[in-house]
C-alpha cells in the first residue's frame, strides 16, 4: 500500500514558477514509478511527467519548462514548474505504480488527493 500526498500548489502569475511536492509512504519507494498528471475544468485528466531509475518523460506541452525529480531517501517526487502558463491551471496529482506503463497511461494504482495550480494572466 502506498499512500501520496501532494503540496505546494498555489496562485502564481504568468511567467512565474511553482514547484510541487508529492510525499509517498512505503518501503520500496524507489522501486515505483512515479507521475504527475493534472486536471483542469471541464477537461480530462492529463499526463504531464513520470520518471523512474533514469527515464523520464514529459509531455510535450511542459517539455523544457517543468523538470520532474525525485529523492528516494526521503521517498519525495518533486515537479518543478517554471514559465507557467494560465493554459498549466489545473488540479495536479501525483501517482505511483510499479509498473511503467500504468503510471504513463495514467492507470497507476495510487494516487494522491491532488494540489491546486492557478496561473493568472
Known amino acids: 500500500q502506498v499512500q501520496l500526498v501532494e503540496s505546494g500548489g498555489g496562485l502564481v502569475q504568468a511567467g512565474g514558477s511553482l514547484r510541487l511536492s508529492c510525499a509517498a509512504s512505503?518501503?520500496?519507494?524507489?522501486?515505483?514509478?512515479m507521475g504527475w498528471f493534472r486536471r483542469a475544468p471541464g477537461k480530462e485528466r492529463e499526463f504531464v511527467a513520470a520518471?523512474?531509475?533514469?527515464?523520464?518523460l514529459y509531455a510535450d506541452s511542459v517539455k523544457g519548462r517543468f523538470t520532474i525529480s525525485r529523492d528516494n531517501a526521503s521517498n519525495m517526487v518533486y515537479l518543478q514548474m517554471n514559465s507557467l502558463k494560465p493554459g498549466d491551471t489545473a488540479v495536479y496529482y501525483c501517482?505511483?505504480?510499479?509498473?511503467?506503463?500504468?503510471?504513463?497511461?495514467?492507470?497507476?494504482?495510487?494516487w494522491g488527493q491532488g494540489t491546486q495550480v492557478t496561473v493568472s494572466s
Open positions: 501517482a505511483a505504480d510499479q509498473s511503467w506503463s500504468s503510471v504513463r497511461n495514467g492507470y497507476a494504482d495510487y
Open positions: 520518471k523512474v531509475w533514469s527515464t523520464t
Open positions: 512505503g518501503r520500496t519507494f524507489s522501486s515505483y514509478a
